[in-house]
């Protein structure tokens, strides 16, 4: 048979098919939802845990069902039933249901004839008031099992804990494996089973990433922050005992370390004011002595401290150029790479702009002589038959640029033209060239 479906409002609540011949069947899918008896169907039947008021039953006569369960090797099948007052619901294989013009014929309803609920429904003042009673009573039934369901709470309560990614979780996947061993109904099995493989699908990742964790602080065992973050996750209640057997060891090698680094810290201290205190004895013997010795004696002492002196500011002096070297060195790795990077990007730039792009800032406030130092470095490595990097600067056709490209070139012993103009058409051949390198 052909039939056309709609899906009511909320969505998975409900399908109603209505049949080629006219009429129009009702699967009533969501347990927290009233049942439209009421409603205009030939034919009604209830979704897996949906509950039907005994009043209801008594004047329909039956109530129709359908559940799934598990299929030996895997998957599910469906199962059709049929609930009669007192006797509960006998459940069939669809290949034992027959639909006919009057309904659908099942074992325990060979007539396929119900009474209709509003012919049961018709009656005097009083009847009508206990179908409305009935119908309240119904809601807040329905109401009072959708609060009080601990299968629904559990699965509610292992979402949430997943959503926040909290310490809950463990705790919530307990829960609805207590309540896996103890359930019977096969809707509530299936709802339990998918919320567990969710829990489980965490808690193996979360144990793959604790793996993964003390591994690297048995690699790295001096680091503070893998060990915080190690202790953090063997608290975790599947944790293994080698897990934080392990943690444990590392923890107490740290300790270790630190107290010996405290140790030798006051050595160094004690050692210091020892020399310290040396070095103030001997000075005031050398006082003691100057003072006592002969004009000329005094006379070689000051020239000899006059040599200390010029002595400790040529130290002084060279320490400040070995500095300033190395700054400029340091300085020269962010300048080759920036103009690396531009020339890769086919554009110039300038020592402000590749101050601004490294955080180097220093770069906008060099002297011009700092600056040819620092293109000599990054222009070392330049193979002979390569354009200078420094092109991606020279482009830029200031009057320093150009000059710093003349003076650069001129200190690796390249020839360059004297004339801007032609300069700047083979800077511009170089730039071309150093973005296709």
Known sequence: MTAEFTYPEPLGSAVRARLD???????HLDRNRPVAWDDDVWELVLGPGVPVVANI???RGYVHRIRFEDRPGGGRVMKFGTELPGRGTTWESLDEVTLTSEGLTTTDRPDGVRIPLAEASRGGGSSERSIVAVTRSH???VMAARQDDPVKRAVMHLDRALREQNNQIYGAVGTIRRLLEASQTPENVA???LALGRGQV????????????IEQLKERPTSSALLLKAAALVRDPDATLEERKAVHAVRVQQKEDEAARHRALVEQRAARLQRAEAERQREFELRRQAERAAVEERRETEEAHRQAQAEKRRLAEEADRQAHAEKLAY?????SGALKKAAREGRTTTWEEIGQRTGQLQLGRLTHQDKLEVLETVEKKTLPESPLWSAVLAAASTDEALRLHREVSHLLQRDVPDNDSDLVIELTADCAQLRRQ
């Open 21 to 27: 011949d006219g009429r129009t069947f009702l699967l």
């Open 57 to 59: 039953l008594a004047r």
């Open 139 to 141: 809601s807040r039934t």
């Open 191 to 193: 709802r339990l089973r």
């Open 202 to 213: 965490w808690t193996e990742q979360r144990a793959r990433h604790r793996r993964a964790v």
């Open 331 to 335: 300085l020269a790795l962010f300048v």
